[in-house]
T-cell receptor
Framework: GAGVSQTPSNKVTEKGKYVELRCDPISGHTALYWYRQSLGQGPEFLIYFQGTGAADDSGLPNDRFFAVRPEGSVSTLKIQRTERGDSAVYLC???????????FGQGTRLTVV | SQQGEEDPQALSIQEGENATMNCSYKTSINNLQWYRQNSGRGLVHLILIRSNEREKHSGRLRVTLDTSKKSSSLLITASRAADTASYFCATSQGGSEKLVFGKGMKLTVNP
């Protein structure tokens, strides 16, 4: 595609529910990143994929968060037993070169009520 | 954790004026990047400067990097109302692939 696509753009869920957020990166980009951004803050790193494998998941806050990228393209961020504190904009980015320019999607605004 | 700190946190100027934003960071870096964000959603990459570079230009943007002071500045010349946005610096460090972002700076350009 022309850019990084994230779906849904908005998601409202009840506390305790499971959610999946999808990211479709730019075709050919091997690096894929997930970030979380709270109001008034900068993006906070969650996880980085190089190809199919999670090369760095040090930013995942706890074991309720999990991400996959089974075929090295589309990635899904999964959040179990959602809590109100998980409410944020979840941003996905992809990159062609290591430590190069990252292209961001428009994000998914997750609201846990 | 966030590494970069932008300064000032908010800046309001008139169209046509120059805007300067500063970023300080704590550890050694591979490169430093500046991003713009409108309306709290997707970020747009503006410019990347590598650790062995001192200055870079792109259109109305000029970025400098001082690794001895662990700081960078972004200059936007001849600002336009459309430059109104939040600006973030982000660093790539050591062997890590992740970008570490600052808290951002809100720029308002008044027509």
């Amino acid at each position: 595609g022309a850019g990084v696509s994230q779906t849904p753009s908005n998601k409202v869920t009840e506390k305790g529910k499971y959610v999946e957020l999808r990211c479709d990166p730019i075709s050919g980009h091997t690096a894929l990143y997930w970030y979380r951004q709270s109001l008034g803050q900068g993006p906070e790193f969650l996880i980085y994929f190089q190809g199919t494998g999670a090369a760095d998941d040090s930013g995942l806050p706890n074991d309720r968060f999990f991400a996959v990228r089974p075929e090295g393209s589309v990635s899904t961020l999964k959040i179990q037993r959602t809590e109100r504190g998980d409410s944020a904009v979840y941003l996905c980015a992809s990159s062609l070169l290591r430590t190069g320019e990252a292209f961001f999607g428009q994000g998914t605004r997750l609201t846990v009520v | 954790s966030q590494q970069g700190e932008e300064d000032p946190q908010a800046l309001s100027i008139q169209e046509g004026e120059n805007a300067t934003m500063n970023c300080s960071y704590k550890t050694s870096i591979n490169n430093l990047q500046w991003y713009r964000q409108n309306s709290g959603r997707g970020l747009v990459h503006l410019i990347l400067i590598r650790s062995n570079e001192r200055e870079k230009h792109s259109g109305r943007l000029r970025v400098t990097l001082d690794t001895s002071k662990k700081s960078s500045s972004l200059l936007i010349t001849a600002s336009r109302a459309a430059d109104t946005a939040s600006y973030f610096c982000a660093t790539s460090q050591g062997g890590s692939e992740k970008l570490v972002f600052g808290k951002g700076m809100k720029l308002t350009v008044n027509p």
